[in-house]
């Protein structure tokens, strides 16, 4: 017998060795069939209820960031809608005073030029006199049949005559009324152009008031919103947040790029003040890291002046200072922006100084002199790094309003990244805890396929004296999964 | 409580400043050796032209020794110049442009000797690179590679180029060499050998004066 032949029952029958073999095994596994189940079982709730408690746990932490970020949202909001409608109230009140200030005379003017025109109209009623009565006597009179009497005829031709005198002097008199009619109408019209102005005048303001009182109606809307703890509130502000963290965070990126112009600029020209052979670490010269601080307190200036002009919030010290101080501290600030500025723009002269120097050497180091170039057009390049030298301090300054922005949107934006990370980790942890069950059950089925025969046996003979139908294997099996599960 | 956190956060932020200074140094130092015996003495217009690549490579702060390889070389009377360029680029330019009037002088007087001692001139090179403290060592040899001593000159012995780098440069073929290839390979191999014994870290040969940019990059 070899070493490797040691197990076999008949050592010449590999065959019946390895049935007798997995005979004698089956029958120690039906017989360890309950611990063993218990077993599997028992490790698969080991490794699935800390997996679920876990998932428990994170699912609560998740809740609770979300409610903590839902509140620290809406605060901001309330405080943010909170100032806006402060403004805009604050604009109503200074249009209010600008326009209708003048109210009371423009109103005494309206007035005046209506109770002139109505006079007007007046005095255009004022009709001529009638006709004097005696006209009825002329028609009787005309209606005598004259028959020839010379008498009569003279008469009448009296009468003819004084009425042709009457009637011409009555149609002058109306022609002149109806002229002196005219006259005041057409006195009218500049009244009516002025009262047209006026009105329109009026129109405007009140239309402008409208609109404004419209736009306080929608921040105190959203406002009301806020205050309520609505969820559309609570969207419009996340969405609000990450649009705003979209915005500053390119605006932040294209600062950063004017930051490394800057320091471009600077750095060569600082290693002639601190030095050229100091390292800070292997590839950081100090004078490199000198360049940077000043570009950095620069932009902390800028930060400080926009606090003290009341443009950002980001220190409430600064804002809580009384006006005299926070004068003080805006001049400070803008005096130190102006002389870094001042420095920066010499520290670009020195650098293209420099760079002419180097430039020089190495062409008296070469083999060919190259000709010396003193144009105007030479000198293009120095005025402009002064002026960008300059330039760029101040807007570098700015960027405190983008880094408000950011700073104010990165806790929205982080919270919500992060309780949905809590959240996915919660997933995939309960996943893995019923994976680990399931698993479990699995193994304990596989068990009973490797000892189906002597099963099979216990179900021969247990199935003369089988229980209650319905009362079958498979719902015992299940009667002992709930009992485990509980 | 606080009082005591912020004392502790303000005590480690000192140690971190304190500590985040690089006490390496990062400059270079260059010891040339310049071949002047028999006729390669007729080269030192090359010679002159590698020296102003250095002088335009080197940046303040950096070394740069020039020596002449005679018959005897350990010795300081054959240092032509030697110079540590300022912290300040400025004023490092304006010895970059006296070293360059002290070589040109020079290049003008060059006189060819009877022996080449090279083994000499690297023993003071090596000195003087160590006493520097600069971060990377270069000696640079401008010569055939062909030492000659007197019977007198002992140079026989183990000598140290402990991070050194040696760079040979514009080793021209001799006669004999280009009879037998072989003597002109097995010198090189020869010096290799005996450099990379002494503890050099690096042995290269530049012969194309366009490349003259491998000397200080990194193999």
Known sequence: MTGSEYWMVWPDNTAVSVLVLLLVAMAFLYAARKPVHHLIGSLGFLISGPLRIGARWLLAAA???????????????????????????????????????????????????????????KKCGEVPPPPPDWVEAVTAMANVKSSGNEMVQKVLGEINRSVTSIHDKALADYRRAYETRHKILEGFMPFWRSLDKTMAQVDKKLTGLQDSTAAVDGHMAKYEQINAKTDKAEHALTVSAFTQFAIAFLVMAVASGGAFVNFKLIALPMSEMVGAGDYISSSLRTSEVAALVIIFV??????????????????????????????????????????????????????DMLISDK??????????????????????????????????????????????????????????????FVRALAFVLRILGNLARRLSRVLINLYDVVIVLPLLIEHLVKAPRAPAPGKSRRGADAEDLSKERS | MIQRLFL???????????????????????????????????????????????????TAGDSLMVARVTSRSFSEKDIIA?????????????????????????????????????????????????????????????????????????????????????????????????????????????WQKRVEGAGASEWRVINDLERLDAIFSKS
């Not at chain 1, 002009?309 to 922006?337: G, K, S």
């Not at chain 2, 010891?31 to 020296?51: N, W």
């Not at chain 2, 640079?140 to 402990?162: C, G, V």
Request: hydrophobic share 45%; aromatic share 6%; with cysteine.
């Open chain 1, 298 to 351: 620069e932009a902390s200036m800028g930060l400080f002046l926009m606090e003290s002009l009341r443009v950002t919030h980001l220190f409430p010290r600064i804002a809580n200072l009384n006006e005299h101080m926070r004068h003080r501290m805006m001049w400070i600030a803008l005096t130190l922006l102006v002389t870094l500025a001042g420095i920066e723009a010499a520290l670009a002269l020195m650098r």
């Open chain 1, 63 to 121: 809740n609770d960031m979300t409610q903590r970020n839902k509140a620290v949202l809406l605060a901001h909001g309330r405080q943010e809608v909170g100032q806006r409608i402060e403004r805009e109230f604050e604009r109503l009140g200074a249009m209010v005073t600008r326009d209708l200030q003048g109210y009371p005379a423009l109103q005494r003017k309206l007035l005046d030029e209506i109770t002139r025109v109505e006079e007007d109209y």
């Open chain 2, 82 to 190: 030697k110079v540590t360029f300022d912290s300040r680029p400025s004023q490092a330019n304006a010895q970059k442009r006296a070293f360059k009037d002290q070589i040109d002088a020079y290049v003008k007087t060059v006189r060819g000797t009877a022996y080449t001692d090279i083994t000499g001139g690297m023993i003071q090179g090596a000195q003087f690179l160590n006493e520097t403290g600069a971060g990377t060592k270069t000696i640079i040899i401008f010569s055939d590679m062909q030492e000659e001593l007197d019977k007198a000159t002992i140079r026989n012995f183990p000598i140290s180029l402990k991070n050194i780098r040696i760079i040979a440069v514009n080793v021209v073929k001799l006669k004999t060499d280009n009879i037998d290839p072989r003597r002109y390979l097995g010198r090189l191999e020869a």
């Open chain 1, 359 to 420: 430039q020089a050497l190495l062409h008296s180091l070469a083999t060919v002199q190259q000709a010396a170039t003193d144009s105007w057009v030479a000198r293009i390049p120095t005025a402009g790094q002064m002026l960008l030298g300059f330039i760029l301090p101040f807007a570098l300054a700015f960027i405190a309003i983008p880094l408000e922005s950011l700073i104010y949107s990165t806790r929205t934006v982080g919270g919500v990244l992060l309780a949905g």
């Open chain 2, 8 to 58: 502790a956060a303000l005590l480690l932020v000192g140690t971190a400043v304190a500590g985040c200074g690089d006490s390496r140094s990062h400059s270079n130092a260059v010891y040339m050796l310049v071949d002047t015996s028999g006729t390669y003495a007729q080269e030192a217009g090359k010679a002159q032209l590698i020296i102003n690549y250095l002088l335009g490579t080197l």
